[in-house]
């Protein structure tokens, strides 16, 4: 009888599982790639009883690096420091994950998640990512097919480049003050004027380079003749041009590798000159030697003639190309001595001394070449380091608010001179990133100089984490408080400031949109 009454009893429902999803898609042309795999992951999730309670995605971004992908390190960020209320992360499969080169990085990303108590789950894999020898086995080679695919595509992609640049096409690269990129059809008929940051519409399109607006033609002939018969260098081309109120390609003032630019681009003389570095895979840039590089001679209507860029090659030659890197640092150590201290202005402006840009080239960077000279205390070399990779996070972070702005519907732009954001045509927002600091009761700290000259509406400290690789939050205020604000920032800044903290920029984009309607309606 106990037995019937137990048969009778309705079954116990299945506790439902709180679940995550990661979708990233490599290119902002494969339009409905995100919500392909969102509906593949819908699909799992019911079947297994899972409830998606939040959302992490990669739009438009590579899978060859975690740099760049805002998603991803956002997932991690939630996980290992307590912030995720779900028990598993479902992904469509192991290349949506990542095609990284290393599979150990693949590998090192989703054992921090499991570590963390989370584990990762493939929805359109023929494996159960169960940690068992069969899935771990299978798991590794989809890992290396991923990367594998990635390699292959880029030689394929590599090799189409070079057929249309020893077409005579534009493939990449900046044009120069002076050109412009038109799109050709795929007849040679022309279409219209590329502005920065666009690109062509279909495959099938080209792109080719033509003479740009006249007084910028005027610029550019202007600097070859103060280089080749006023005998004028680089930093005095700078000053003149600058002194004027002659801006250059990028709308900022010329400094002298920005004038060294113009000087060697052959693209003046109608020649198309390609592959001079090399990024392939996201790797660290490698300048390649000449016999690499791809050429096509008299491919576009030359600003320039070849008699003035000749001469100006031949200036160039016998200014520096005679000095061996002993010599050049011999010259960097008597600069140092004379100053007491060095930057790229004071090496700019020695008539003496390559520049800057030389400098860089050769040694890996001025901080190598500093290095080498004894100059850089290594606690110095240390901070200069930090001050790089925080001014790279912090032009991520512009880049994602620039694009979710951009996805909420409404409209940014950042001034070049004053990096200064302008939303809407109303809203303007000023960004700053500060390195944490503990202090030696163990409270964390941060220090920044705001930017004050531009005055904008919202001021935006992104402060890090200790160690600085991870970012903490985001302290937004009023600008009016932070001008009148001395000292460290403290972790209750948000409480004496008339201020908010905030762990992204969505209450930002959020606002933009409101702002965006309003002026609509």
């Not at 003046?268 to 990024?279: D, E, H």
């Not at 890090?464 to 001395?486: C, S, T, W």
Request: charged letters at 25%; hydrophobic letters at 40%; glycine letters at 8%.
């Amino acid at each position: 009888m106990g037995k019937v009454a137990a048969a009778r009893e309705p079954p116990k429902e299945r506790r439902r599982v709180r679940a995550a999803q990661y979708v990233r898609m490599s290119t902002e042309h494969q339009t409905y790639s995100l919500e392909n795999q969102k509906d593949a992951i819908r699909g799992y999730a019911e079947v297994m009883g899972y409830d998606i309670v939040a959302t992490y995605e990669d739009p438009g971004r590579s899978g060859l690096h975690i740099e760049g992908r805002p998603g991803l390190k956002k997932l991690l960020f939630d996980i290992e420091h307590g912030l995720a209320d779900y028990e598993t992360v479902v992904v469509y499969d192991v290349s949506r994950w990542g095609r990284f080169q290393s599979i150990d990085e693949s590998a090192s990303y989703e054992y921090r998640c499991q570590i963390a108590g989370v584990r990762i789950e493939f929805c359109a894999e023929q494996f159960a990512n169960d940690g068992t020898v069969g899935s771990d086995v299978l798991k590794a080679i989809k890992r290396s097919m991923a990367a594998e695919y990635s390699r292959m595509l880029s030689q394929r992609v590599f090799l189409g480049q070079v057929r249309m640049a020893r077409m005579g096409f534009h493939v990449g690269g900046i044009q120069g003050l002076g050109l412009r990129r038109l799109m050709l059809d795929q007849f040679g008929q022309p279409k219209l004027i590329l502005a920065r940051y666009e690109h062509k519409n279909f495959q099938t399109d080209r792109v080719t380079i033509v003479p740009g607006p006249p007084e910028e033609i005027a610029t550019v002939r202007l600097i070859f003749r103060l280089f080749v018969k006023s005998r004028k260098n680089e930093p005095q081309i700078a000053k003149y041009l600058n002194d004027r109120g002659i801006l250059n390609d990028f709308g900022r003032p010329w400094k002298s590798h920005s004038v060294r630019r113009v000087l060697t681009n052959e693209k003046y003389i109608g020649n198309n000159v390609w592959n001079k570095r090399c990024t392939k895979l996201k790797t660290k840039v490698a300048y390649n030697p000449p016999d690499q590089w791809v050429r096509a001679d008299n491919a576009f209507e030359p600003i320039i003639s070849r008699q003035l860029f000749d001469k100006a090659q031949q200036v160039l030659k016998s200014l520096y190309l005679h000095i061996s890197d002993d010599e050049m640092l011999a010259t960097l150590r008597n600069l140092h001595k004379r100053h007491g201290k060095l930057s790229c202005d004071i090496i700019n402006a020695a008539p003496e001394c390559p520049s800057a840009y030389r400098y860089g080239a050769h040694f890996g960077g001025l901080l190598g070449a500093y290095k080498l000279i004894g100059c850089l205390p290594p606690r110095k070399s240390h901070f200069i380091e930090i001050d790089r990779r925080l001014t790279d996070i912090r032009h991520r972070v512009i880049e994602d608010l620039l694009v979710a702005v951009d996805k909420a519907g409404g409209r940014a732009s950042q001034a070049p001179e004053t990096e200064i954001i302008r939303i809407n045509g109303e809203l303007t927002v000023a960004l700053a990133i500060a390195r944490c600091r503990v202090s030696h009761c163990a409270y964390p700290r941060w220090s920044s100089r705001a930017v004050r000259e531009a005055m904008p509406d919202i001021f935006v400290l992104i402060r890090m984490q200790p160690g600085n690789l991870i970012i903490r939050d985001y302290l937004i205020a009023p600008m009016h408080e932070i001008v009148g604000f001395k000292g460290d920032f403290h972790v209750n800044n948000g409480m004496k400031l008339d201020a908010f903290v905030f762990r992204s920029l969505d209450p930002l984009v959020a606002l933009a949109e409101r702002t965006f309607v309003g002026s609509a309606t």
